[in-house]
């Protein structure tokens, strides 16, 4: 069976040709190049990213390993697709006053999708896609189930929960039942990368307000009842939550409550402000089930870091809702909200467009 595998260059994608080749697997490599062109930005060298400001660094350094590997490195320019879909989503809802996570919606349309009409196009064959993602897939009632990581702080599914059924049922993850360590140790058997490789740090490496093509704008940093503390420079460089960074003095710690985008103003108030239960999402994709039809108990993340919390799972036919038992951590909207059950397969998630 011919995989095509996603490589990025870092210790999981390579460690996974490894052992795709071991089971047998006839394996090739398909880098994506998400970068127009450019050298790499003063203060961002040797930090790994996915948008990555050097194509031709990327280039060779994926060469030379595949080599190494003994398969074939095929690089794929995704960089007009990367810019129309992701990075405009990213500019549309920072602006809107919204946190998105780039990271979901590049796997859904862009890893999984275009990569592959675009690996077809340039003739390569291939039955299945392979990511180093650590995450499981498992086919359970005629579903292809989406499961957490057996390495839990390692666990890469909420970025992955918008894949559809036929997108889970072409993929393969490798490390899914492997722990990181396990991963560095063949990684090192191997010698394909430095002991001291670092992780990649996000899918941008520089301060992300230099994505979004604005310039500096005063406005008013203030209470919800409009009194005012404080001045910022633009409402896009604060996300709902934030404590550090404000630079007002007052007599408790204050969070960023809310960016109103209309006026220009960044609201701020207490712990108790910022924290709230209940969250609302569309945007749904259900993954180890076909919908619910009444409310039931479950557990959710709405963001990537952190453990999922219990709560009551409801759907009213048109959006999710998901009330947890305690007060959540400024809850955002477009955040992810995930949600699993106890075993840890993902039942379904969207983005939030609301909060209680």
Known sequence: ??????????????????????????????????????????????????????????????????????ISAHMIDLSDDFEKIVLKNFKSEYLSGRTPNPCVLCNKRIKFSLLLEKAKEMNLEFDKIATGHYAR?????????????VDKKKDQSYFLYQLTQEQLSKTIFPLGEMTKQEVREIDKTLNLHKEDQSESQDFYSGPYVELLDVKPKEGNIITMDSKILGHHDGFWNYTIGQRRGLKIAYTEPLYVLELRVATNEVVVGTKEEVDHKTVFANQINWVSIDKIDSPIKAFAKIRSTGSEKPGILSFDGERLSFEFEIKQKAPTTGQSLVVYDEEGYILCGGIINEIN
């Open 137 to 149: 897939i498992e086919k359970k009632n005629e579903r292809y189930c989406l499961r957490k990581a």
């Open 1 to 70: 069976m011919k995989v095509l595998l996603g490589m990025s260059g870092g210790i999981d994608s390579c460690v996974s040709a490894w052992l795709l080749k071991k089971q047998g697997f006839e394996v090739e490599g398909a880098t994506m190049l998400l970068w127009k062109g450019g050298t790499e930005k003063e203060g961002t060298e040797g930090r790994n990213a996915c948008f990555k400001a050097d194509p031709n660094k990327l280039k060779n350094e994926v060469e030379e390993l595949s080599k190494k590997l003994s």
